[in-house]
């Protein structure tokens, strides 16, 4: 089996309007909260990232074999879409996030909207910022993709737990409801494109907006999911 690899990056910069389409909008008022919290949780994350490499193979019976599982998951061979190889990964930034939004639900409900939301943004940028990584190791990447998106179960979840260790390699634990714990955290497959295509020219991944099938999600980037 390929090697199991485990990084923990630098704290990402704060997207400050991520956290507040995150809430939905935010009033003139919140906006000093929003940057206090923001700067007092970012200093005590995590962020923790663990992944593999692996073939992926593409079956007769419209399966996909990504060596540690099969699935016939339509939307994420549409996601990989050629790719041969492909990433999995795992990402959490810690519990600090839960023993935010607890302690400042004490305060307001919005106090613990808003922390909770800088820990979805914190989340997302530590997605973005490993997969970064990935595509300067790897070349092009298509977007990545997560259990319990379109048609692919979460009871994936099982088996990127197991091909990534999670528990030991990055302290991330999955209850018997599938549920992640810290819940800041995110395990997906990212395909790795072939460095060229027909034309000798290096193809381009689209957002992870565009290539969800979630059309009704409250953080969808409408203005780049309207042109796929």
Do not use: W
Request: charged content about 30%.
């Amino acid at each position: 089996m390929n090697e199991l690899y485990v990084k923990r990056f630098s704290a990402p910069p704060i997207d400050r309007d991520e956290i507040i389409r995150y809430c939905g909008g935010a009033e003139k008022e919140s906006i000093a909260f929003i940057d206090e919290v923001s700067k007092t949780l970012s200093e005590k994350l995590c962020y923790k990232v663990c992944y593999r490499l692996t073939d992926v193979k593409y079956l007769a019976d419209e399966r996909l074999d990504l060596g540690y599982f099969k699935t016939d998951s339509k939307a994420l061979k549409r996601n990989l879409n050629g790719a041969e190889k492909a990433i999995l990964f795992a990402a959490t930034v810690g519990l600090e996030v839960e023993r935010a939004v607890n302690k400042y639900a004490v305060l307001s409900p919005t106090a613990a909207l808003i922390a909770d939301a800088v820990g979805t943004e914190r989340i997302e940028a530590l997605c973005d910022l490993a997969c970064a990584h990935f595509k300067t190791l790897y070349g092009e990447l298509r977007p990545r993709f997560s259990p319990g998106y379109g048609d692919l179960s979460l009871k994936v979840q099982k088996d990127l737990f197991s091909a990534l260790d999670c528990p030991r390699s990055i302290g991330l634990t999955l209850n018997e409801s599938l549920l992640m714990s810290p819940q800041k955290s995110v395990t997906a497959i990212v395909g790795i494109l072939p460095p060229t295509r027909d034309d000798g020219k290096r193809s381009k991944a689209v957002s992870k907006c565009r290539s969800c099938e979630n059309r009704n999600c409250a953080y969808r980037e409408e203005s780049k999911a309207s042109s796929q």
